[in-house]
């Protein structure tokens, strides 16, 4: 009896931008190549969902995700290049974070070169951070020059060690490295605002690699067509959509792998009808933790599902409050409408020595003229937590209690809130969190399967370089070299 079998180069699983860059690079390098995608919707969490004009952050995929804006798309950008995909970016001109602490409710502005590097004087930028984050103490200069040895210590650190140091907490290392209790405040609180909460467990590794992989200038994307973060993945899912065989709404059911080779994937549509796809290569931009459910277990190796299951232990959920504004507010200490629209708002709860991030908000439409309806702004307020098995909250009384705090500090902020808001929703999404695992302490799971000759994970979950959503194009530009070579080397053998 004939089966529905189509033959490709390739067959990615999942449409988020790991998965859409591999397959725009591979598509525009003369490949054959489809694409599955379960959902209706392309992009993951790293894109957008639009709703009535206006495009929601986190997407809706149970999966990796960042709902951010701007960051270093130093992988983006090439993976963009090899594609031959053209992307909407523009510089980011923010004033970066305006600080919240709770339950006082005082805000103060963090200097923008604390985040943001810029050529000015470090001694002046460690400073500036002193007296924001430990206003009491009397030797401002012995605390800045104490913070920048910090700093340069991990910044100049050799990639070979960055690595080893990967299992290490900062916490621990900040008491070998920063006997002063001020120093060592300056360093956690400043990472609880990028932020790297709890800042006492991240990785000293991580922090470091970090330091080397956010250079350049920080991007926004401004897609003429999308809004949000959905205009980093739309440019890629075009390329796909113009040149693949781009099939969304179809399930993967089974990675087909035999005698150590992929074979293929087999998949479903909405009526469960099966269509099997052949292919010597398979990537898939779902974490590694995920594969067990596509191939037998028994022929992945254990390393690879070890190392994926300790980076999905770090996992968090998120319970976000959406608002659709006619206007921006009016900020209640000055009277004036709310100038900055443009950067991110840190809330900080505590009474300790370091406060740990209580989450934030920002305007999306501050950042993506497409994020909102002309005239209108989208607010955005979220929280993201973890605890066992990666969930902060197990019902949803307990989260939306936790986002409330936040919405009532809103309008505390502003005087006139109710008065802008047009429409507001709750948001959960459920773990994991790509923010979560990204400076943990743990490495990862490679790139590559090596247990099954053609299958490749280009998914944030893997190890690699690459900052917040760059991480996904960095892993997809990996497992386009990996799957390139595979495919040349079947061509020789075949003697084509």
Known sequence: MATDTHRYDAVVVG????????????????????????????????????????????????????????????????????????????????????????????????????????????????????????????????????????????????????????????????????PDPAVRRVVLQ?????????????????????LRNVGGEPIVPDDPEVGGMQGVVAPFAR??????????????????????????????????????????VVITDHPGWELPGLVDEAKLPAPFLEAARRTQGYGADAVCWWAGLRRLPTVRA??????FSSGWHRVLYGHG???????????????????????????GAEMVGSGEGGRRWHHWADAKRTIDLLVEHLHDYYSDLDECVEWSSYQYVTPPQYLSWYVKPVHRHPIEVSTIQGLYVAASSAEGTGSWADAECAAAIKAVELAEERLANLRVTAGV
């Open 353 to 379: 020595t370091v406060r740990e991030c209580h989450g934030g908000f920002y305007f999306p439409s501050g950042f993506s003229s497409r994020a909102a309806p002309p005239g209108k702004h989208l607010l």
């Open 239 to 280: 390329k796909v959509a113009s040149a693949g065989d781009l099939m969304v709404g179809w399930k993967p059911l089974e990675i087909l792998a035999d005698e150590g080779e992929v074979r293929g994937v087999v998949v479903v549509d909405e009526a469960s009808l099966v269509k099997v796809l052949e292919a010597p």
């Open 15 to 178: 449409g988020a931008l790991g998965g859409l860059a591999s397959a725009a690079i591979l598509i525009n390098r003369g490949w054959r190549v489809a694409v599955v995608e379960p959902l209706s919707h392309l992009g993951g969490r790293v894109g957008a969902v639009e709703r009535d004009g206006y495009w929601i952050g986190w997407g809706h995929r149970d999966g990796h995700g960042i709902g951010d804006l701007c960051y270093f798309a130093i992988h983006t950008r090439r993976a963009a290049e090899a594609a031959g995909v053209e992307l909407s970016l523009r510089p980011f001109m923010g004033t970066c974070v305006r600080v919240h602490w709770l339950p006082e409710g005082e805000v103060r502005q963090l200097p923008a070169d604390s985040l943001v590097a810029t050529d000015g004087d470090p001694m002046d930028t460690a400073r500036a951070l002193t007296r924001f984050f430990a206003a009491e103490v009397d030797d401002v200069d012995g605390v800045a020059r104490g913070y920048l040895e910090v700093m340069t210590k991990l910044a100049t650190m050799d990639e070979e060690e960055a690595w080893q140091l990967v299992p290490a907490r900062i916490g621990d290392w900040l008491d070998r490295n920063a």
């Open 334 to 339: 000055d009277g004036t409408p709310e100038d």
């Open 190 to 210: 400043q990472f609880e605002c990028i932020p790297f909460t709890p800042a006492a467990e991240s990785s000293v590794g991580r922090v470091a690699l970090h």
